[in-house]
C-alpha cells in the first residue's frame, strides 16, 4: 500500500506547470498533437481560442504577480499558440 502511494504522487502547484498544461490542451484542440485519450488528431478550434483567451485572462489578471521566468513563458506560449490558431483559422 505505502508503494502505491509514492506512485501516485502528485508534481508541486507550479504555475508554469500549470500554464503548460493548458497550453498543452491548446495543442490537442489544433490538432498539432494527438488526443491522449484516442490518440487521434483532432481539431475544435472554438476549444483551442477558449484557452488561449483563458491564457490571456491570466496573462492580465496576474501582471505585476509574476516572476520573469513566469511572465517570459506566458508570453512565449500566448505568442505561439496564437500564430498556430491563425495558421489553422486563415482562409486557404
Do not use: C, H
Amino acid at each position: 500500500m505505502e508503494e502505491n502511494k509514492k506512485e501516485q504522487a502528485l508534481p508541486e502547484p507550479d504555475f508554469n506547470f500549470f500554464i503548460s498544461t493548458l497550453a498543452m490542451q491548446v495543442s490537442i484542440f489544433l490538432g498539432e498533437m494527438p488526443n491522449p485519450v484516442n490518440n487521434q488528431k483532432e481539431e475544435n478550434l472554438p476549444q483551442a481560442k477558449f484557452i488561449i483567451d483563458t491564457l490571456d485572462m491570466l496573462k492580465n489578471k496576474t501582471k505585476g504577480n509574476l516572476n520573469k521566468e513566469e511572465e517570459g513563458l506566458l508570453e512565449n506560449i500566448l505568442y505561439n499558440l496564437r500564430l498556430l490558431y491563425l495558421e489553422k483559422t486563415k482562409i486557404k
